[in-house]
């Protein structure tokens, strides 16, 4: 069962302008969320996460929104950069389930000159 | 300062043969989760390791097995493989702290191919 889904497989920004990437989630006992950046030939590179008690959450370029009601999180990249060119992955666990994550199929984002 | 190791990179097995993948954690981190990533799926998680004991698992059969040492390097053994295994297993470490959210950091993976 795929509790955490990313619709979009692919993503093609320009440079400099605003990469969104989207994500949805069925459980709500789902409570902390991450992204994750992936780069061939390498593991997944931990992002950026968000606690269920706030709706957003800013690192630099990237931040996270959350709409718990909605059960729906979005990566927002500004400005985007040719090294933004990755996949993305969003990941979710539960407190109850200690450590569990729940990964969606990812979206290869790519971000022209 | 090392990070989450993996080895081998790469393997090529055949069907009915069994496998011994291997991970050595980040510097510091005494917990080892292993994900299975099926081609263009998002990694799937098998199970976690915590003072040597499997603490999480997830919708894998028992032909999936670990083990954790005492330095806490892990073993991911997988047995009669089918050529539905042939994916790419992440071993990820972390440090079990007071909350639940430990962030995971991630190996390159070992590219498994079942013939």
């Known amino acids: 069962d795929q509790q955490v889904k990313q619709n979009s497989p692919s993503l093609s920004v320009q440079e400099g302008r605003i990469s969104i990437l989207n994500c949805d989630y069925t459980n709500s006992m789902f409570d902390y969320f991450l992204w994750y950046k992936k780069y061939p030939a390498e593991g997944p590179t931990f992002l950026i996460s968000i606690s269920s008690i706030k709706d957003k959450n800013e690192d630099g370029r990237f931040t996270v929104f959350l709409n718990k009601s909605a059960k729906h999180l979005s990566l927002h990249i500004v400005p985007s950069q040719p090294g933004d060119s990755a996949v993305y992955f969003c990941a979710a666990s539960a407190q109850y389930n200690f450590n569990k994550f729940y990964f969606g199929s990812g979206t290869k984002l790519n971000v022209k000159p | 300062d090392a990070g989450v190791t993996q080895s081998p990179t790469h393997l090529i097995k055949t069907r009915g043969q069994q496998v011994t993948l291997r991970c050595s954690p980040k510097s510091g981190h005494d917990t080892v989760s292993w994900y299975q990533q099926a081609l263009g799926q998002g990694p799937q998680f098998i199970f976690q390791y915590y003072e040597e004991e499997e603490r999480q698992r997830g919708n894998f059969p028992d032909r999936f097995s670990g083990h954790q040492f005492p330095n806490y390097s892990s073993e991911l053994n997988v047995n009669a493989l089918l050529l539905g295994d042939s994916a790419l297993y992440l071993c990820?470490?972390?440090?079990?702290?007071?909350?639940?959210?430990?962030?995971?950091?991630f190996g390159p993976g070992t590219r498994l191919t079942v013939l």
């Open positions: 990820a470490s972390s440090l079990t702290g007071q909350t639940y959210t430990d962030t995971q950091y």
